[in-house]
């Protein structure tokens, strides 16, 4: 008997997605719930598993192909080991070979040259000067961009043209911050089994904003502004396909050690590829944070439809006043962007203030004042 092998329902923004790779050949033994392929969408790779045990057979896609949501993909012949038919052709991407000599082949010698004046004294004219070979190859290589990445760009794009996007800087001090974390830090990894970072300090400054100017919560749907009663918060995660934000569901509600121990777990699993389309949807306010590669300053572009992100950056001893006297600390630059349509510079200006007055009297965070 013949069991058929179906792509899974995508989420409902998701239409269709791109078959990645066969795990196994036409003809190979699989067992039931062994994965056998891979299929990208815009938002995470999905891994397809066989229904039953038994041969897989008839590979209906090859890839690199299109996949619509419940379309049959393959075949697990259930009783027989021997293969029916070979596997879809795999693509590869062909570079046509050009017509440039290759390195180190001469040009053929432009021959005798007249004589250009009168009689035999008569200056000969100076020889056209011939181009030196390019020694070594210099070649190109094209792959196409993943569904993540198309779908980044035009969400992207569609935030710039849709959104009236500004950003508003401040600094922050966080020498109280790291002496909180000095202080506590091997206590709360033996108690807690994860380090205490900086993460749960900017996800709980940025609740204690948001409740004070909820509007960066809110987002614009049509003509009507939607104001949340809950605060999902992105986090921004670089991953090798590129960038992804799961969502850290109730952050107002979270400890210390559940944020920091909610972050790590999604951050893992989007490097593995392992998100599912639920951690990934929704959020109502967005953090990401430069500084761990190295960036001073930026401008972070707006996670559509949310009305508003804060950018951290790299933490940097500076030298600033302090009641008169020039004292090193260690300072980070914050950087919020925002819906203009949405916001006001003046609630903007504010709420980054909030944040950056947390972080300087962290003992705030953790009264949640």
């Not at 944020?259 to 999604?266: C, D, P, V």
């Not at 572009?301 to 949310?306: A, F, G, V």
Request: proline share 7%; charged share 25%; with cysteine.
């Amino acid at each position: 008997m013949k069991v058929e092998i179906r792509a899974p329902s995508l989420a409902e923004s998701v239409a269709t997605g791109t078959l990645l790779a066969w795990r196994k050949q036409a003809g190979e033994r699989v067992v039931r719930d062994e994965t056998v392929a891979d299929v990208e969408t815009d938002k995470v790779i999905l891994e397809i598993s066989a229904p039953a045990s038994g041969t897989l057979a008839d590979f209906m896609l090859a890839e690199g192909a299109e996949v619509r949501a419940g379309q049959v993909m393959a075949y697990v012949d259930t009783e027989t080991e021997t293969p029916t038919v070979e596997p879809g052709v795999r693509a590869a991407d062909a570079v046509p070979a050009g017509d440039v000599p290759s390195a180190g082949e001469s040009l053929p010698h432009p021959g005798p040259l007249p004589l250009t004046g009168e009689g035999e004294g008569a200056p000969l004219p100076a020889p056209p000067q011939i181009p030196r070979p390019l020694q070594g190859e210099r070649t190109e290589r094209r792959e196409p961009l993943s569904r993540l990445r198309l779908r980044v760009a035009e969400r992207l794009l569609a935030a710039q043209r849709e959104a009236a996007i500004l950003t508003t800087f401040n600094e922050v001090n966080l020498a109280a911050v790291n002496e909180l974390r000095q202080r506590y830090q091997a206590e709360f990894q033996t108690r807690h089994g994860i380090k205490l970072g900086y993460m749960s300090f900017f996800v709980r400054a940025a609740c204690l904003a948001l409740d004070a100017y909820p509007v960066a919560n809110a987002r614009i749907e049509g003509t009507e502004v939607v104001h949340p009663g809950y605060k999902d918060i992105g986090i921004a995660v670089s991953t090798p396909r590129g960038l992804v934000v799961p969502i850290l569901r109730d952050a107002d509600r979270l400890s210390f050690a559940e944020t920091e121990q909610g972050i790590a777990e999604l951050a893992a699993r989007a490097r593995d590829g392992r998100l599912g389309l639920e951690e990934l949807a929704g959020g109502t306010f967005s953090i990401t944070n430069g500084g761990v590669f190295g960036s001073l300053l930026s401008t972070p572009i707006l996670n559509p439809p949310q009305s508003a992100i804060l950018g951290m950056h790299k933490i940097q001893e500076r030298p600033v006043a302090e009641m008169g006297q020039v004292v090193i600390r260690p300072m980070m630059y914050l950087a919020l962007s925002y819906d203009h349509r949405l916001i006001d510079g003046r609630e903007a200006v504010q709420f980054l203030v909030a944040v950056k007055e947390a972080l300087e009297r962290p003992e705030r965070l953790l009264l949640g004042v």
